[in-house]
Each structure stands twice: as structure tokens, then as C-alpha cells.
């Protein structure tokens, strides 16, 4: 367990210097704190649960909500702190969620910011899909034309963030992930289940998978469904409308078609993967 470089209040005066959405008082009394593992340059990254206030049935489903994976998507950060506002006070709140605003801090807080990790790797590449020993240094060389923004690294998981990103799925065991990007505009979704249709302004538009990818990870290797909001804009947050009807819709699906469990098949995550994490 690597110690931050850094503290969780300067954490959150560095996040709020960033984005200007964010307030850096509220980040430091929200109830974050600092995962097990670190970034490249030792941030910290931040997560928050959030516990069922009315739960349906003994054991709530569980939601993994994630932001900030390429580090120049910052509206995709800023909107995962307003939806906490609403976590905080939502009075019929019937899962259980585990919020991490930002997983790639380091591309974040760079000038500019970058989609890649510290490393120069694309952390949406490198986790260890089926395919990623067949494919994904060959799907960047040719498909992606060698673009250092997809790099997919030298192997699956070389990276702390993707690792730890690992090691919290292992132990939390989300029964679906929403992973938050921008800024193609687009709902996205990978799983067996069917697709949502629509939430708010996003419609859906399936973009296929990559190597590495964690739609990809999650949603066709474990059968955990990944719903990706595509947000329109990389710089600028949607309309507060807009924010509302997303998240809003995006509970109203949760609540009729989660899955009934399992299929997840977290048993997966202890052996068969480990190949794709060889060094080609």
C-alpha cells in the first residue's frame, strides 16, 4: 500500500483549483477519503460509499460510479461531485454505491490535461480483457495508428490505478458499473442485459469494445453491466437540467433492470486473467 504524496484536504484544494464546479470545502467535508492505492505521482485517489437508506430486500445492489478515467474529461469529474450532492440528501436512496470521482488525477491536474496516466498509458487499455495478449498492443499499432492517447502500456494492469481499480471490484463487488466520459455526447452500455434507451439528453449509441477496455473488462468478461455516459462536453458540465434528468432516468433503470444475481462472476477475477497481464 503506497502512502499519498499528498493529503485528502490538499487533494481537494488541488481538485478545486482544476474545476472550477468543484468546492473545495465540500470535497474536503464530503466523506472521502484515500483508497489502498495511489496514482503514478502518489495522489491519492479519492472515494466515497454510500450506505441504502430505504433497501429493497437484505442486501441492496450494489453501484460502482466512476469519473475521471482520461485525465482531460473533466467534466466527467465535476459532474460525479454534483451527483454526490444528490447521494447526500436523496431520502429514498435503495443501493448501496461506492463514488470515486477521479481515477486519473494525475492526467487531470497537469497543464494541460491529459487522457493518459502519468505513465502515458490509457487506463481504459489496460485492463486485462480476454484479448488484451492477443490483441491490444496490436489493435494500437494498426486500428489506432500508434495515437499516444491509446496507449494501452506495456502490459494489462502495469498501472497502480488499474490495479487498484482491480483490487476494489475484487472487494466490493459492484452488481453494475457506471463509468462516466465525455465527449461523444452518447450512452454507451456493455452487458449481457438489455440496453437503456435513453437518459436525458443521452441516447444510446453503442461504441463498441476495445482491448483492455473496462466496458469491455467488466462488462463482457464478468457479465457485470457497464453503462458509460458519454457526456457532450469535455470542458463544460451539462445544463443542471440536464444533470438531473441524466441521473435521474439512469435510477429509474437501475431500479427495474438490475439483474437478479448473480451474474457476476467475481471467482473469475482470482485466476484466468492473470495471462493477459504477461509481458508480450
Not at 39 to 44: A, C, L, N
Not at 111 to 137: C, E, H, I, Q, Y
Request: hydrophobic content about 35%; overall charge positive.
Amino acid at each position: 500500500m503506497a502512502a499519498p504524496a499528498v493529503s485528502m484536504e490538499r487533494a481537494c484544494e488541488m481538485l478545486g483549483a482544476k474545476l472550477r464546479s468543484v468546492n473545495v470545502a465540500y470535497c474536503q467535508q464530503s466523506g472521502l477519503k484515500a483508497s489502498s492505492f495511489t496514482s503514478v505521482r502518489g495522489q491519492p485517489i479519492l472515494y466515497r460509499d454510500y450506505t441504502a437508506r430505504t433497501p429493497q430486500g437484505p442486501k441492496p445492489y450494489r453501484v460502482l460510479l466512476l469519473g475521471g478515467i482520461h485525465g482531460d474529461e473533466l467534466s466527467a469529474v465535476s459532474i460525479v461531485f454534483d451527483w454526490m450532492r444528490r447521494l447526500d440528501t436523496e431520502k429514498f436512496q435503495q443501493f448501496e454505491w461506492r463514488v470515486m470521482p477521479c481515477l486519473n488525477p494525475d492526467g487531470l491536474l497537469v497543464s494541460p490535461a491529459t487522457r493518459t496516466n502519468a505513465n502515458g498509458v490509457d487506463l481504459n487499455r489496460n485492463f486485462p480483457t480476454l484479448d488484451w495478449k492477443s490483441d491490444a498492443l496490436q489493435y494500437w499499432k494498426t486500428k489506432a495508428r500508434k495515437d499516444p492517447r491509446r496507449y494501452p502500456g506495456p502490459k494489462a494492469l502495469s498501472e497502480p490505478e488499474s490495479r487498484g481499480l482491480m483490487d476494489m471490484l475484487k472487494e466490493f463487488q459492484p452488481d453494475v458499473i457506471v463509468s462516466v466520459h465525455a465527449p461523444y455526447g452518447v450512452l454507451d452500455f456493455d452487458g449481457p442485459q438489455k440496453p437503456p434507451q435513453k437518459f436525458g439528453y443521452l441516447s444510446l449509441q453503442l461504441l463498441g469494445t476495445y482491448p483492455g477496455s473496462l466496458g469491455n473488462f467488466a462488462g463482457m468478461n464478468l457479465s457485470v453491466p457497464v453503462i458509460t455516459l458519454e457526456l457532450p462536453s469535455a470542458g463544460q458540465m451539462p445544463p443542471p437540467q440536464q444533470a438531473q434528468r441524466i441521473w435521474g432516468d439512469m435510477l429509474v433503470w437501475l431500479e427495474k433492470n438490475l439483474p437478479k444475481r448473480p451474474p457476476a462472476q467475481y471467482s473469475k477475477l482470482e485466476k484466468p486473467f492473470e495471462s493477459a497481464t504477461a509481458t508480450p
